[in-house]
């Protein structure tokens, strides 16, 4: 209850602290609204590489061609362990009729002339993996079973791609952390110089019996503040240069197999994020700053 009481004079007092110290704040919103520019764009990157990812997921497939001396029980047996293996996340019988059908269908009637008794192809099982990264290795195991003809993987490009996506995104993660890392410093020094300049203030605060959390609390609500300040030029930039970029690309990356997110919810959730993050990195700079300057004991 007291702490509700006094939030009207805790808000207050940050805003004074902020008027006050014009010069040092206008430094650290624009550092904080660099780094979430920069932020902005990984997120970005980020966020439709994973959609990339996505969209190419069909390809993570096996095609096994089943011996066609063996059974119906066999078959089905087969198929059971295929499934048991792990990573794979599915597995589906095809005949050699259904096979030369989609063969027609993706290059034309002139294999029409293999239906029926010429079909030269096999029975197949084809088998959707969770992710690329033992495509190799589980395609040499399914080969090395009882029953199996071959088995083959979808290419190498697939699974060159899928790496690829997973450093860039996993790259953009530790770029964003860094930056967050040195705005949270920043925070830290300018709301550092404020206590300094308020030092005879705070003083006299701790000699009549103010508690702690009433003379750190302004701090940590000015570097929020602060925080929250620098992240809007961000959110605007990001959603006019999102916006501008899905329709200028008309929704994909060079080919219709990399689909971009569409502009909406996607920049809702990220000006959302970028605001908590900014407030979130002020207020865990101003923390920290008053937490080390005004530590005492009673």
């Given at each position: 209850?007291?702490?509700?009481k ?8 940050a805003?004074k ?15 904080i609204c ?13 966020s439709?590489v ?6 190419i997921?069909?390809?993570?497939l ?5 011996n066609?001396?063996?059974n119906?029980?066999s078959?089905?047996?087969?198929q ?6 792990s ?6 019988f095809?005949t050699?009729e259904?096979e030369?059908?989609k063969?027609?269908?993706?290059n034309?009637?002139?294999f029409?002339?293999y239906?029926?008794?010429?079909n030269?192809l096999?029975?197949?099982f084809?088998?959707?993996l969770?992710?690329?990264?033992n495509?190799?290795d ?15 993987f ?7 791609l899928?790496l690829?996506?997973?450093s ?9 952390g ?21 030092k005879d ?5 701790r ?13 940590t ?21 999102y916006?501008?970029?899905y329709?200028?690309?008309n929704?994909?990356?060079m080919?219709?197999l990399l ?5 909406i ?9 970028l ?6 990195v ?6 920290l700053?008053a ?7 009673r």
């Open positions: 209850m007291l702490f509700i006094c939030l009207p004079r805790l808000l207050k007092n805003n602290d902020i008027r006050r110290n014009m010069s040092l704040t206008i430094s650290s919103v624009i550092s660099l780094a979430l520019l920069i932020a902005a764009f990984m997120i970005v990157v980020a439709n994973g959609q990339f990812a996505h969209s997921e069909d390809e993570f096996i095609q096994v061609s089943i066609p001396t063996i119906e029980q078959r089905i047996t087969l059971k362990e295929i499934e048991k293996i990573d794979v996340d599915g597995v589906t095809s050699k259904e030369i059908d063969l027609i269908n993706s034309g009637e002139i029409s002339s239906q029926g008794e010429n030269p096999y029975d197949v084809v088998v959707r969770k992710s690329s990264e495509m190799v589980i395609t040499k195991k399914i080969k090395k079973m009882k029953g199996v003809s071959d088995a083959t979808g290419g190498s490009m697939v699974q060159k899928s690829l996506f997973t860039i995104r996993t790259g953009g993660a530790v770029f964003v860094i930056l967050v890392l040195l705005s949270i410093m920043l925070i830290r020094n300018t709301v550092k110089s404020s206590i300094q300049i308020r203030e705070i003083a006299i605060m000699q009549v019996g103010a508690y702690n959390w009433y003379i750190s609390f302004p701090f609500i000015e570097g929020m503040i602060i925080g929250m300040y620098g992240s809007i030029l961000p959110i605007a930039l990001f959603a006019v240069g916006t501008s970029l329709k200028a690309l929704g994909f990356f080919s219709e689909p971009l997110l569409p502009p919810p996607f920049i809702l959730q990220v000006s959302l994020l605001m908590v993050t900014g407030m979130f002020g207020g865990i700079g101003s923390y700053a937490r080390k300057y005004l530590r005492w004991a």
